[in-house]
T-cell receptor, first 113, second 114 residues
Framework: DGGITQSPKYLFRKEGQNVTLSCEQNLNHDAMYWYRQDPGQGLRLIYYSQIVNDFQKGDIAEGYSVSREKKESFPLTVTSAQKNPTAFYLC????????????FGQGTRLTVV | GNSVTQMEGPVTLSEEAFLTINCTYTATGYPSLFWYVQYPGEGLQLLLKATKADDKGSNKGFEATYRKETTSFHLEKGSVQVSDSAVYFCALSEGEAAGNKLTFGGGTRVLVKP
């Protein structure tokens, strides 16, 4: 089945630690995205990538980093510089043409302990 | 910049009631408009979309019409079911030149009671 797989579903981070969230897609999409969702709020864009080996900052990139070494994979690292990382993180991909829908993964819930 | 404003919830309805969720947008170009739905603990799923003015998107009994003159994309369903309980997000995309990034509204939680 084609889709987007995020792992892990739940992740706990200690203060000062870096953690990496995985996102893999087998839809052959060029573009991939990371969004952050806080309780009762909409989604905010962290980073996006339109092609392998290239990515751009979104609206809230501070404290996060990404890589895009393969078309299928777009991991997100939450660094210790992110002061309030507890949130629900969603990865998405799309095929590119105007009006193309974005397909979302099931999300990773990150909690700082 | 772009922005999407949708009515705050929660919206509580009885089964078979009529549902409307208002959505208005601000964009510099000619965006595509979307409604996504999120069930508890899950990612988002596309509900419907429209890519140009006066287009109507429809799916699973839900409808929304792209109104350029009022910059709106209101979601409607004539008779809701308990299974429609979810959070609904209105979103816009300015297309490939802008990276197909989605700008989301704050979401509207809908609760349908039997």
């Amino acid at each position: 089945d084609g889709g987007i797989t995020q792992s892990p579903k739940y992740l706990f981070r200690k203060e000062g630690q870096n953690v990496t969230l995985s996102c893999e897609q087998n839809l052959n999409h060029d573009a991939m995205y990371w969004y952050r969702q806080d309780p009762g709020q909409g989604l905010r864009l962290i980073y996006y990538s339109q092609i392998v080996n290239d990515f751009q900052k979104g609206d809230i990139a501070e404290g996060y980093s990404v890589s895009r070494e393969k078309k299928e994979s777009f991991p997100l690292t939450v660094t210790s510089a992110q002061k309030n990382p507890t949130a629900f993180y969603l990865c998405a991909s799309s095929s590119g043409p105007k009006g193309a829908e974005a397909f979302f993964g099931q999300g990773t819930r990150l909690t700082v302990v | 910049g772009n922005s999407v404003t949708q009515m705050e919830g929660p919206v509580t309805l009885s089964e078979e009631a009529f549902l409307t969720i208002n959505c208005t947008y601000t964009a510099t170009g000619y965006p595509s408009l979307f409604w996504y739905v999120q069930y508890p603990g899950e990612g988002l799923q596309l509900l419907l979309k429209a890519t140009k003015a006066d287009d109507k998107g429809s799916n699973k009994g839900f409808e929304a019409t792209y109104r350029k003159e009022t910059t709106s994309f209101h979601l409607e369903k004539g008779s809701v079911q308990v299974s429609d309980s979810a959070v609904y997000f209105c979103a816009l995309s300015e297309g490939e030149a802008a990276g197909n990034k989605l700008t989301f509204g704050g979401g509207t939680r809908v609760l349908v009671k039997p």
